[in-house]
T-cell receptor
């Protein structure tokens, strides 16, 4: 079983809609949870991190963590074409574990 | 966020030559640096973890004699791909953390696209 699992997509949403990206993890002892955005040919860029159960909002982005369900999600409100990228979920227990990423396309 | 500089951004080399990639933390001391490799449309694959002043810890399947890692200072780590072959062509990315604790955020360098002819 992979440490971190994401639906690879592609996920397509129309401009202005809410994009919902999901991630599950296997280690209940995981401490920290991150979302990175990666454009094609570029390195990952940190966009959100969350440590505690619940929601954390930053601009158009909301990270949601549910440790009981071992689930973390990222919501992108008012999606823009510039949000089109691959989104990597990362979880730390004794090291960083990355998911395979979800490809998001926002259609103008 | 913290700045991690990586260069070169891209390199093309002949098969059998060695290539060195540098990773620098510009505004913090990186106790731990990580090296990843990423093939097209795949996720990041951790190659090795290096701590300043000690030998790197390599992931299973990564040849330590082929991928030489040096972390001589708190701001610089280098990855040398020795005797590169076409199958080593990939996107190599470094990242750095200011503390060994893994709840510290990771910041990535800009990556190096290596093409071996």
């Amino acid at each position: 079983q992979k440490e971190v699992e994401q639906n690879s997509g592609p996920l397509s949403v129309p401009e202005g809609a809410i994009a919902s990206l999901n991630c599950t993890y296997s280690d209940r002892g995981s401490q920290s949870f991150f979302w990175y955005r990666q454009y094609s040919g570029k390195s990952p860029e940190l966009i959100m991190f969350i440590y505690s159960n619940g929601d954390k909002e930053d601009g158009r982005f909301t990270a949601q963590l549910n440790k009981a369900s071992q689930y973390v999600s990222l919501l992108i409100r008012d999606s823009q074409p510039s949000d089109s990228a691959t989104y990597l979920c990362a979880v730390t227990s004794n090291q960083f574990y990355f998911g395979t990423g979800t490809s998001l396309t926002v259609i103008p | 966020g913290a700045v991690v500089s990586q260069h070169p951004s891209w390199v093309i080399c002949k098969s059998g030559t060695s290539v060195k990639i540098e990773c620098r933390s510009l505004d913090f001391q990186a106790t731990t640096m990580f090296w990843y490799r990423q093939f097209p449309k795949q996720s990041l694959m951790l190659m090795a973890t290096s701590n300043e002043g000690s030998k790197a810890t390599y992931e299973q399947g990564v040849e330590k004699d082929k991928f030489l890692i040096n972390h001589a200072s708190l701001t610089l780590s280098t990855l040398t791909v020795t005797s590169a072959h076409p199958e080593d062509s990939s996107f190599y990315i470094c990242s750095a953390s200011s503390a060994p604790a893994t709840n510290e955020k990771l910041f990535f360098g800009s990556g190096t696209q290596l093409s071996v002819l």
